[in-house]
């Protein structure tokens, strides 16, 4: 019970908050302070649903300006009048209200007036009866054909309320119905045999046909009793002037209207020349920002006899509002919810004592009044008005007090912990131990999400480049394409390639900071290697309008052993990087050589293969360098471009990388052995270097090439069975598509069990399954598979779009026989699939020789029958010079095209340029020049 009464303690302050912005609150409601404001929202509200229909039931015959001229005089004389009265007459209309005070006599034709009155019992005539009395027109009154103009406005001279009858002291307690209100009943009554039914006397509620209508009373949206004499509702408008059918008086004299254009409907007379100045505010002649047009008194009759009919017709409701007491309610509700809404929230959060608002409870109190005017606006749609801005104001006040209170209270509390921290040393010393025990939990929880976020990326990823890789392969082996159609392929496979290489810079950077990554020596083709970065990056570089330079020693080793994944990864970086930060120059590439001798040592993250010689192995030191004439880096960030995610250059600049290249590079560079260097002046330009120690391949050991092979086939007539089991259909068409022309009979399944069961009908040599991440329902499939077919040895390879290490490790302990990631290099995949059932594959003849093992002497194997004068010779030698090889294709072209006897010399010449070789250029022009 203590407690319960300590926790009632603490919420003590705010319940004294609380209770005084409701009476605050109240009082300002009841003395209507703020009307103004709550109006410009209502008026708001009745501005949005309007609509463009125009009323059916209703015509307005309207008196302007040009009708007062052509007629003569204002008021009009009773003669015109007689002769309007008679052309509507003609017309047949249910009922004619005529919205002009006519209590005397205007000369000419009185008496035919007065006769016309006698005649028309549809026709009802108007008084005043506030403030100002205007008398009705005596004969209409002795009929009984009379209702009241009187309107009722708000402390703005605005229209809102709808005054729909009286009782009149003067007059012996009459009751009067307004002029709307009694032409909608006579109409209804007359057209649709409707009548108003009593339904409570006492309390006025009265119903007419599908709505029942009750009066504002008790302070009924924000009115004092005193301003609800009568029987008075909210107006629920149908619309402003454009809403109703119009004509004036002078198309109807003339007979340019049509005949029954007014049959069997309501018809309004009234003027709406500005002289006249029968004209009120409404919240159509309100703007925000501007000053709109009143509106004429006929228009709100008009509207109230709309508001009756549909509500008789269509079951419209009139608006409806909260009488005091739920006013009140409404208040104490928001203020209930600032106040001990905002306290909960504050504790919850825990909010920042110097600035509160940098917290939920600033979403949280723009949500809170965003609600309140949704809720008015839809509760005003079916016809209930809700108060707003007291409502709000004392939600806010609420929020800021709550907020001030909580933050004292944080202050207390910190000045009473200060007090006890001294007494307390130990145990906050224990309880620190013990956070910081949370926070690396929270660490570790938060690098295994990274590491399930790199995971899922890495998955999204890599799906739709398996199909763009995949076919990109299937399409390079096609014997019907053209060359340049091949080289197109070839370079989309590239491209492919080097995107792929770009998803794995995070994840690389993921596994560099974690020690997973190794770098794996391999042979490799140094000059191909290196050839096929520069295609790349020269369709980059042309495409800005740059550039780029390929510049290979001549004495470099044709092998050497090294990762040649993170060589091009760091060379690509290094070159993308210049491309990007260069727009005019040049972006060169440089390779130079160092032989080191007997005694060098590789370095020691190099992991070598175990075909490598045991005696002593020749290095080289192989400088790569990337220069360029860009943007430069200051000094002062030279160093800070090495950092994950810094960008050097401009905005636009920055938004087309990760900020990533730079950081991976370095930290590759150093598991090779070495340092990524950097030169660099602001506005000239930069260059990176790094030295790679690397062993040469000699001769005898040559065979050993980058590439493997072009397999066409499996030699032998025995065609493997390959079951593939995929969920992807997409990636299960692509492996037929790459498997089924080498010669593979191949049969797919989707899941588990369809695996199981074609395994068990057709006993395939060999299973191809994917791991499905991130569940690896794969795995679960392994051990089903090789027990299903006990009697003879089923080898399974697995691949999955998951290149994680632990991937590849429950693969091959759950018994998989290989791993082959995605996007799949059918070269691998046929490697393990040759490896797993022993197979003899079948080469292309022209797939044996490897050109850059043995590159011939471009000028030794020259076929050039003829070839140019000396001085363009000179020419193209000093282009070739410059490096300048768009231009040297530019100029064979040319020459080509003027004399078809160079056609050998130009397709030799610009072979050499698309592969880069500015040395063999320059020593063919040499040769031709000498």
Request: net charge negative; charged share 20%; hydrophobic share 45%.
């Amino acid at each position: 019970m203590r407690r319960l009464f300590s926790q009632l303690a603490q919420f003590k302050p705010i319940s004294v908050l609380s209770f005084g912005i409701m009476i605050s609150m109240i009082a300002v409601n009841h003395s209507g302070l703020l009307n103004l404001i709550e109006w410009a929202v209502r008026d708001q509200w009745v501005r949005s649903q309007s609509s463009n229909r125009v009323e059916t039931d209703i015509v307005i015959v309207t008196i302007d300006e040009q009708d007062i001229q052509e007629l003569g005089d204002w008021p009009i004389t009773d003669q015109d009048l007689a002769r309007l009265l008679q052309k509507i007459h003609a017309q047949d209309p249910s009922v004619i209200g005529m919205d002009l005070y006519r209590d005397l006599p205007e000369e000419p034709g009185h008496e035919m007036l007065l006769e016309l009155y006698r005649t028309l019992p549809e026709l009802v005539g108007v008084e005043k009866v506030t403030g100002a009395r205007v008398a009705p027109p005596p004969v209409l009154s002795e009929q009984g054909q009379v209702a009241l103009a009187d309107l009722v406005l708000d402390a703005d001279r605005t229209v809102r309320r709808g005054l729909l009858s009286v009782l009149d002291a003067e007059d012996g307690d009459a009751l009067k119905l307004s002029l709307g209100a009694s032409v909608a009943l006579q109409h209804l009554g007359k057209i649709h045999d409707i009548t108003l039914e009593p339904v409570n006397l006492d309390r006025q509620i009265f119903q007419l046909e599908r709505t029942r209508f009750v009066p504002l009373r008790q302070r009924a949206a924000g009115y004092p009793d005193a301003e609800l004499g009568g029987y008075q509702i909210l107006l629920n408008w149908s619309g402003d002037t454009h809403h109703y059918t119009r004509v004036s008086v002078r198309d109807l004299l003339a007979g340019r209207v049509a005949d029954d254009l007014m049959r069997d409907r309501m018809v309004l007379i009234g003027s709406v020349a500005d002289s006249t100045n029968d004209f009120f505010g409404t919240p159509y002649s309100t703007r925000l920002l501007r000053a709109g047009r009143p509106t004429p008194g006929v228009i709100i009759h008009a509207n109230i006899a709309s508001q009756l009919l549909y509500s008789a017709l269509e079951g419209r409701p009139p608006l409806r509002s909260f009488t005091w007491p739920g006013q009140w309610l409404w208040i104490m509700l928001w203020t209930s919810f600032g106040t001990g809404g905002t306290w909960l929230l504050a504790r919850r959060f825990r909010i920042d004592q110097g600035n509160p608002w940098q917290s939920p409870i600033l979403l949280a109190t723009s949500f809170s009044l965003g609600a309140l005017l949704g809720s008015s606006y839809l509760t005003f749609m079916v016809g209930i008005v809700l108060p707003v801005t007291v409502p709000g104001l004392a939600f806010l006040l609420g929020v800021v007090g709550a907020t001030n209170i909580y933050k004292h209270k944080c202050l207390v509390d910190a000045n009473a912990a200060l007090s006890d921290y001294s007494k307390t040393l130990e145990a906050k010393v224990q309880e620190r131990t013990q956070e910081l025990a949370h926070a690396k939990q929270v660490a570790e929880d938060a690098n295994q999400a990274k590491s399930e976020f790199l995971a899922s990326m890495s998955h999204e990823l890599r799906t739709p480049l398996n199909g763009i890789l995949g076919y990109a392969q299937i399409l390079e082996r096609a014997e019907t394409l053209e060359p340049l159609q091949k080289k197109g392929i070839r370079t989309i496979h590239q491209c492919g390639e080097h995107l792929l290489t770009l998803i794995n810079d995070i994840l690389d950077l993921s596994k560099i900071e974690a020690r997973k990554v190794e770098i794996y020596g391999t042979a490799i083709a140094l000059d191909r290697l290196v050839s096929n970065i520069a295609e790349i990056c020269q369709i980059r570089a042309e495409a800005k309008g740059i550039q780029f330079i390929y510049q290979p020693n001549a004495d470099l080793p044709a092998q050497i052993y090294a990762d040649p994944k993170r060589l091009r990864q760091v060379l690509i970086n290094l070159l993308g990087n210049a491309i990007k930060f260069t727009t005019q120059g040049t972006v060169t590439l440089s390779i130079q050589s160092l032989p080191l001798g007997p005694d060098a040592t590789p370095p020691p993250t190099l992991l070598l293969p175990e075909s490598m010689p045991s005696e002593p192995i020749q290095w080289v030191c192989l400088q790569f360098a990337v220069e360029d004439t860009g943007i430069g880096i200051a000094p002062k960030r030279q160093e800070a471009i090495f950092l994950p995610f810094e960008q050097a250059g401009e905005q636009h600049q920055k938004a087309a990388g990760t900020g990533l290249g730079l950081a991976i590079s370095r930290k590759l560079v150093r598991l090779m052995g070495s340092e990524l260097n950097l030169e660099s002046q602001l506005d000239e330009g930069s260059r990176f270097w790094f030295d790679l120690d690397a062993a040469i391949i000699e001769s005898e050991t040559s065979a050993v090439q980058v590439e493997s092979p072009h397999i066409v086939g499996i030699a032998g007539e025995i065609k493997p069975c390959l079951l593939i089991v995929d969920e992807s259909s997409s990636d299960r068409t692509l492996l037929l598509n790459m498997l089924e022309p080498l010669g593979f009979l191949c049969l797919t399944a989707r899941g588990n069990e369809q695996a199981l069961q074609i395994a068990q009908e057709v006993h395939p040599d060999v299973a191809l399954v994917d791991l499905a991440t991130p569940h690896f329902p794969g795995l679960q499939l392994i051990p089903q598979l090789q027990d299903l077919v006990k009697e003879q040895s089923l080898p399974i390879i697995t691949s999955s779009i998951n290149v994680f290490a632990d991937t590849r490790n429950q693969a091959i302990a759950a018994g998989s026989c290989a791993f082959v990631p995605k996007p799949i290099e059918l070269n691998q995949l046929l490697q393990e699939l040759g490896a797993c059932l022993a197979l003899e594959w079948q080469y292309a003849v022209e797939a044996v020789a490897d050109p850059h093992l043995e590159t011939p002497d471009p000028v030794a194997s020259s076929t050039v029958n003829k070839v140019p004068s000396p001085e363009i010779t000179e020419e193209l030698l000093h282009l070739a010079m410059r490096g300048n090889l768009k231009a040297i294709k530019a100029s064979v072209q040319n020459l080509q095209a003027q004399d078809q006897g160079l056609q050998a010399f130009s397709q030799q010449v610009t072979a050499l340029a698309d592969g880069f070789q500015i040395k063999a250029i320059q020593d063919l022009l040499h040769s031709i020049y000498d």
